[in-house]
Antibody, heavy 120, light 107 residues
Framework: QVQLVQSGSELKKPGASVKVSCKAS????????IYWVRQAPGQGLEWMGWINTNIGNPTYAQGFTGRFVFSFDTHVTTAYLQISTLKAEDTAVYYCARDRDVLTGYFGYWGQGTLVTVSS | EIVLTQSPGTLSLSPGERATLSCRASQSVNNNYLAWYQQKPGQAPRVLIY???ARATGIPDRFSGSGSGTDFTLTITRLEPEDFAVYYCQQYADSWTFGQGTKVEIK
């Protein structure tokens, strides 16, 4: 069965960096894009962007350029979200997600979420 | 960017009642590429409806989606206790965006 398993919660100081992982299993990793979604405390869902796990070529939504980097390692079927120069407003749960079927466009599978807390 | 506006912000209803949630797009959503998600506290969202009206696998038939163009609706015919949650619409026709959510709470 398809699974996306994310890394555990992180507590970071302002200015530090964090790398969140999303381990995929149960399907051919390179056949499906990975999406990233942010949810600040008590707030709604915000699409951050996506990465083509076949050729790379990440796409970032407005507001997620510069300090946010999507990457992946096919050998370990894992996608990554790295955030640099962390700010308090980066405190949120970060989700990875996948299409339900190839190129369907809506998010049929989700990771369990990773809470990143930025605090001095 | 297509902006999605959901209403109401909060819906207070009793179990057994009908819930009607609205999602309005700032421009037409091509091919009705509009999905609805349910999110419970501490959980990841779960897709309920895609293509505006198709139920996802395993979703009970009390959930239905309708609409086209810029106006979409999620209807829950008879609320069960497990349906009290936050619901989001999402368009995937032109990049991806989410609405701000509607909370369905117990009255």
């Amino acid at each position: 069965q398809v699974q996306l398993v994310q890394s555990g919660s992180e507590l970071k100081k302002p200015g530090a960096s964090v790398k969140v992982s999303c381990k995929a299993s149960g399907y051919t990793f390179s056949h499906y894009d990975i999406y990233w979604v942010r949810q600040a405390p008590g707030q709604g869902l915000e699409w951050m962007g996506w990465i083509n796990t076949n050729i790379g070529n990440p796409t970032y939504a407005q507001g997620f350029t510069g300090r946010f980097v999507f990457s992946f390692d096919t050998h370990v079927t894992t996608a990554y979200l790295q955030i640099s120069t962390l700010k308090a407003e980066d405190t949120a749960v970060y989700y990875c997600a996948r299409d339900r079927d190839v190129l369907t466009g809506y998010f049929g599978y989700w990771g369990q979420g990773t809470l990143v807390t930025v605090s001095s | 960017e297509i902006v999605l506006t959901q209403s109401p912000g909060t819906l207070s209803l009793s179990p057994g009642e009908r819930a009607t949630l609205s999602c309005r797009a700032s421009q037409s959503v091509n091919n009705n590429y509009l999905a609805w998600y349910q999110q419970k506290p501490g959980q990841a969202p779960r897709v309920l409806i895609y293509g505006a009206s198709a139920r996802a696998t395993g979703i009970p038939d009390r959930f239905s989606g309708s609409g086209s163009g810029t106006d979409f609706t999620l209807t829950i015919t008879r609320l069960e206790p497990e349906d009290f949650a936050v619901y989001y619409c999402q368009q995937y026709a032109d990049s991806w965006t989410f609405g701000q959510g509607t909370k369905v709470e117990i009255k």
